[in-house]
């Protein structure tokens, strides 16, 4: 998994967050590792730096976290959750084109 120091100024400038406190960092990480977490759980796994597929799931990354962020508070019936087609859309497409890794993957 990539540090989320490595990737902390592209996701802290996706979230719009200017001055992070230590807080804000400890919980930006957070957030990172649980996103991280949730792409290989759906079957993506992280593709290497410079790979076709990287800037895909980087984004990927980005609007989990950026969810997260947004939605870290208490949720009310105003503000009820919506899916995001456009991160639904690139997940299938990560999902679709994830290399086999062994022949083992393929059978059942």
Known sequence: MTAFSERQGAILSYC?????TTED???LEGMYTDAV???TQAGVAE?????ARRSQYDACVN????DAWDNRGIQTGDKA??????FRRRLNQL??????R???DTEG
């Open 81 to 86: 959750l919506m899916d995001n087609p456009a």
């Open 102 to 104: 062994s022949e083992s």
């Open 37 to 39: 977490s949730y792409m």
């Open 63 to 66: 609007a989990l976290v950026l």
């Open 47 to 51: 593709p290497e730096t410079g790979s």
């Open 95 to 100: 999902k679709l084109t994830e290399p086999v």
């Open 25 to 27: 960092l400890a919980l």
């Open 16 to 20: 719009r967050v200017d001055d992070p």
